[in-house]
């Protein structure tokens, strides 16, 4: 039987696209940031990029879209990212941080493992 093709990632961004956020202005975010890390060379499928960007539903931080959420693999363990109010500059810095294997953002983090 044949497989899909895998493609290894260094992370994966899910953008919230559920109605509050959406309000917020997530689907623009959402195409900004594809068409950076399209035209970046960041887009996995990519000669040299290494980040998966997909849309998501509601990821519960509603009052506070738009919401956006990473996972990735990093310093030996799954690593959550929780963001809310993001923008497009937070957007790429968080695609940027993936890319290089550095450490995520601060500013706008919550959850278990951010402020
Ligand atoms: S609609 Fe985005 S977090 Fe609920």
Excluded at 54 to 59: I, P, R, Y
Excluded at 81 to 96: H, K
């Amino acid at each position: 039987m044949a497989t899909p093709k895998y493609f290894p990632t260094a992370g994966h961004l899910l953008v919230c696209q559920g109605p509050n956020c959406q309000a917020r202005g997530s689907a623009p975010l959402y195409q900004a940031l594809w068409r950076a890390l399209d035209q970046g060379h960041l887009a996995y499928y990519k000669s040299g990029g290494n980040v998966r960007l997909t849309e998501s539903g509601c990821l519960g931080a509603c009052s506070y879209g738009p919401a956006l959420c990473v996972y990735r693999e990093h310093g030996g363990k799954l690593e959550q990212g929780w963001y809310a109010g993001v923008d497009f500059p937070l957007a790429l810095a968080l695609a940027q941080a993936v890319h290089q294997g550095a450490e995520l953002p601060e500013d706008r983090r919550y959850g278990p493992d951010g402020g």
